[in-house]
């Protein structure tokens, strides 16, 4: 295992871990698998939570959405797959549960990771019952964690270049089955 952070990435870690103020930002470290990270997860969940009728309504009228494409892709030969990306909390989810005891916003944390997991199984429970061919990136990315730096050392919750390079393999890998979920 090679971890090697670049002066920009340490530099981006202090800067969260120090200068950042923000009490929504929880700090994560994990010096035996080098890990520097942060996240922002009561502000992910407040944008996901199932119980808040608006975002329900929002979820189904996605899934819908989703119906309708694949069936105009469909009626014109095109082959429509949908990628589920996770949240980075998520991708982390099982080193985040191994010392969170003083972990900041760790209920919010755990409760994300629950929720979305409850998202996860619901659309594609969805996507089996209309045919929808989707490929999940969670396992690939969480499978790196602790092995390469596949997110920015901050806060920041989108892929670095390793981890849109592991989400594209898994695309590829998809692409050329010759079977799918659909």
């Not at 952070?5 to 930002?25: C, P, S």
């Not at 189904?60 to 429509?80: E, K």
């Amino acid at each position: 295992r090679s971890v090697v952070l670049t002066f920009g990435e340490i530099f981006r870690f202090l800067e969260m871990k120090y200068l950042v103020t923000d009490k929504n930002v929880t700090v994560y470290e994990d010096p035996e698998l080098r890990i520097q990270s942060g996240f922002l997860p009561v502000t992910v969940f407040n944008g996901q939570r199932l119980d808040d009728p608006n975002l329900k309504e929002g979820l189904r009228i996605s899934l819908d959405s989703f119906v309708t494409m694949n069936r105009f892709c469909a009626a014109r030969g095109i082959r429509f797959d949908v990628v589920l990306i996770p949240t980075k909390e998520n991708v982390f989810s099982e080193h985040i549960g191994r010392r969170d005891k003083h972990l900041a916003n760790s209920e919010a944390i755990h409760d994300l990771i629950e929720n979305e997991r409850n998202i996860n199984e619901l659309t594609k429970q969805f996507f089996n019952a209309n045919h929808i061919s989707y490929v999940d990136v969670r396992e690939p990315l969480s499978s790196a964690v602790g092995k390469q730096t596949i997110y920015p050392t901050n806060h920041d919750s989108h892929p670095n270049k390793n981890g849109y390079e592991i989400i594209a393999r898994t695309i590829m890998a998809h692409l050329n089955m010759n079977t799918s979920h659909s």
